[in-house]
């Protein structure tokens, strides 16, 4: 098998496909990456517009992973995103909203969240490479989250041959329709526990139990041996790259642009990796144009972009689009490889400046590079919660707190640049996953509780409820664990019995 995936810190550690989506990050701490990236033929959009998404999925993720068959990646395909398990037919459905402005809803899968996008086809990915390199101990995916991400990889892992899941979130730290949608969890090989505490004492206990020898020195003897499910996993970043293609592929079909016209993308930002795929389906040859990065309070990927300083040494703020609350993009790392001309040395070298000071200043060429390619901009709760009563009001389209941070940074785009390019804001998550700020930004101060907010929400916009969402009222509470830091480790020994 070729070797072709690379660390954006070392340039010759070579690995095969099914080894990156294995290990998940380089030995070094880099970020694993495709020694080269392939190009889509010229034909590529003109074959790919007759397609379904679950073949617009093998189409782009076949050039990327020598060493499985197209057969194979179609049988992940309709797994992943085929036999209902997406609410809309067309899995990444762009809405039109005038002439020259789109929205590819990521949330029609099981979680109603983008991260499902991913999440849904990677435990195959996962899977298939640990079999292809001859693994034949069980993985356990651990996870620590603050809402969004432990469930969307619940559903992606459920039932997976061959894999274990076990969940940890903070008690004190997602809200209840979150709580329940874990909770209810079906599936036979999951766990899921609250922490006491919030969620940098859930994530700090994963991290140790990660690095616990004795605790994997265990596993081993048991037949298990514990792995995550990170974004910065190539399986994670891979699957994003499609839909970028796929929406131009729809728009060139519904006649919205011509053959060759350029789109930019705008996209709610956190750890980077949307839009990083999107700058990855631009390289790799999609007419793509500007990448808007949008962020929420936490604006450094805005002052990066305007100054190539990044500097973490700022309050982090809890805001209305809590998935974005981040202060370290690590799929950053790529995308300064990348307009690094690869520079490997010059990435350690910031890499290193970040971990020691938490900050870092790109050279002149890479910031040059950084402000052809990217806009950028930010937005507080107060526009968050106006864009949302204004997307209502003016066009009848309820979008959810991350989405609205996507559309206050285009609007103001717009406004200063004159730019009237067709573009496509993608949209991250169902509003009824936030129906709190939801119904707050359209004015109604009294919420129910419980899951009634959800009918709440329904009755107020006459949007109906989304099944996953609707469901979780006759879901049964499977698991009512709470542990103490301490005794996480005891938990994961206790599930892998
Ligand atoms: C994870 C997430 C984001 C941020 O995506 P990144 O790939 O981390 O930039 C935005 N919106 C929602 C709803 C998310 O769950």
Do not use: Y
């Given at each position: 098998m070729t070797m072709n995936y690379l660390s954006t810190r070392n340039k010759d550690l070579r690995l095969s496909a099914p080894q990156a989506i294995a290990k998940g990050?380089?030995?070094?701490g880099g970020l694993l990456t495709p020694a080269v990236l392939p190009r889509l033929p010229s034909s590529a959009v003109e074959t790919m517009r007759e397609m379904s998404y679950q073949q617009r999925v093998v189409y782009i993720m076949n050039s990327f992973l020598?060493?499985?068959a197209a057969s194979e990646l179609n049988s992940y395909a309709s797994e992943a995103y085929g036999?209902?398990?997406?609410?809309?037919?067309?899995?990444?459905p762009v809405r039109k909203l005038d002439e020259s402005t789109y929205c590819l809803e990521l949330w029609h899968g099981p979680t109603c969240a983008f991260k499902d996008m991913a999440l849904q086809i990677l435990p195959h990915l996962l899977t298939a490479s640990l079999d292809k390199n001859d693994e034949k101990k069980t993985v356990c995916i651990l996870v620590a989250t603050s809402g969004d991400t432990g469930k969307a990889a619940l559903e992606g892992f459920?039932?997976?041959?061959?894999t274990k899941i076990l969940v940890f979130y903070p008690k004190d730290g997602v809200s209840e329709i979150q709580e329940l949608q874990m909770v209810t969890q079906e599936g036979g090989n999951v766990g899921v526990s609250s922490v006491v505490g919030n969620f940098d004492d859930a994530q700090t206990g994963v991290k140790k139990l990660f690095a616990d020898e004795k605790l994997a020195a265990e596993l081993r003897e048991r037949g298990y041996f514990l792995s995550s499910a990170n974004s910065i996993n190539w399986g994670r970043v891979l699957p994003q790259i499609v839909y970028y293609a796929s929406a131009y592929c729809d728009l060139l079909k519904e006649g919205a642009i011509a053959k060759g016209q350029q789109v930019n993308v705008c996209v709610p930002t956190g750890n980077f990796g949307n839009i990083l795929a999107a700058y990855y389906a631009k390289a790799m040859g999609?007419?793509?144009g500007r990448l808007i990065c949008a962020s929420n309070q936490n604006n450094v990927l805005t002052d990066f972009i305007h100054t190539g300083s990044y500097d973490r040494n700022r309050t982090f703020y809890n805001t209305?689009?809590?998935?974005?609350?981040?202060?370290?993009?690590?799929?950053l790392e790529r995308m300064v490889f990348e307009l690094s001309g690869r520079d490997d040395r010059l990435v350690r070298e910031y890499m290193s400046q970040l971990a020691q000071y938490g900050s870092y200043r790109v050279d002149s060429s890479i910031r040059t590079k950084l402000k052809k390619e990217f806009s950028a901009g930010c937005c507080s709760d107060e526009q968050t919660k106006a864009m949302i009563a204004k997307m209502w009001g003016e066009c009848g389209y309820l979008i959810d707190p991350h989405t609205a941070v996507a559309f206050h940074v285009l609007d103001e785009y717009r406004v200063q640049t004159g730019d009237d390019t067709p573009t496509v804001v993608v949209s991250t998550a169902s509003p009824f996953k936030f129906c709190d700020s939801v119904l707050d930004a359209l004015g109604i101060k009294e919420h129910k509780g419980g899951l009634d907010i959800l009918d709440q929400l329904a009755e107020v916009t006459g949007e109906p409820v989304p099944m996953p969402l609707a469901r979780l009222k006759n879901r049964r509470r499977r698991f009512e664990g709470v542990v103490k830091k301490d005794a996480m480790k005891d938990c994961v020994l206790d599930f892998l019995k």
């Open positions: 990050l380089a030995p070094d020598e060493g499985f036999g209902g398990k997406f609410s809309h037919e067309d899995v990444a459920r039932n997976v041959e061959n999609i007419p793509i209305l689009s809590p998935s974005m609350d981040i202060l370290v993009s690590s799929n």
